[in-house]
């Protein structure tokens, strides 16, 4: 293994599938067309460690149904694809205190992307774990509890409803200036379902809490990251594993949130090992 990449072993659930579309891609990838990805977000919801022996942070995971199209049977991060009416109508979505051009800087992306992005992070977090960054203003958050809120979460989900008409029904402006941009990955060429992911990392607001009311999940949860990717590598993917593994080494949540990072894509494809297909991952070490 060089300094330039890291090789990652297949959770073992995904590998028969993708060996086999690597290698017809491996054999055939200068003659092929890659299938489009479709931008999607994806937040770390954090907490420090409760726990009296524990230190550093605990991140909220899911454990998908075997059922998923994507991800199937994997540990996750909440999150999803973009919902492209996010990009419709007035909403001042940068967050209270900041610039749309702030949010193109920190993603490497135009506003419009940038837009969809950041209110598709809000959206899926609130979707699938019931927390809701939002607010009056820049010293507020909703308490987003009791059937009110569990409607709006379900509009939401089914598409029934759009950020933009929660956020307007509540009188709130999206708290998008809690997010923290820590990573983007994108799926591999060889994969038919591909995703240009655009990762988060934001703090429990304080009082909320994330449930696990979601029917893509059958279990989520705080978990220890070093639990993850001690005890759940079988069912990580690797974006989730890399970065449980930086949340496992954080010296706390302070120090993560804050962490400067690039926000280069990171692209995995590939390769065919002594030890069979796997995973390169470019600039992972």
Known sequence: MSPEHRDL????????????????????????????????ASVLLLREARRADATGVEVFTQ???AGMAFAASMYVYPGGGVDERDGQGELEWAGPGRRPEQWVQALGVEEPLARLVVLAAVRELFEESGVLLAGTGADSLAPARGPRWRDYRAGLVSRRLRVAEVMRAES??????????????????????????????????????????????????????????????????????????ELA???????????????????????????????????AD
């Open 9 to 40: 072993a297949l959770p073992a659930t995904m590998r028969a599938q993708f060996d086999q579309q690597a290698r017809v891609w491996l054999e055939d990838r200068h003659e092929r067309r890659a299938v489009a990805p479709r931008a999607a």
């Open 63 to 65: 454990h998908r149904v």
């Open 172 to 245: 709130l402006v999206p708290r998008s200036d809690l997010l923290h941009p820590v990573a983007r990955w994108v799926t591999p060429e060889c994969e038919p379902r591909r995703y240009d992911t655009f990762f988060f990392a934001a703090a429990l607001p304080p009082g909320q809490d994330a449930d696990g009311e979601t029917s893509e999940a059958c279990a989520a949860g705080w978990v220890d990251p070093a639990w993850l990717v001690r005890d759940a590598c079988h069912a990580l993917m690797a974006p989730t594993q890399i970065l449980a593994e």
């Open 249 to 283: 080494e954080a010296g706390g949540l302070r120090e993560f949130l804050h962490r400067g990072r690039s926000m280069s894509a990171v692209r995995p494809y590939p390769v065919d090992t002594a030890d069979g297909i796997q995973l390169r991952v470019p600039g």
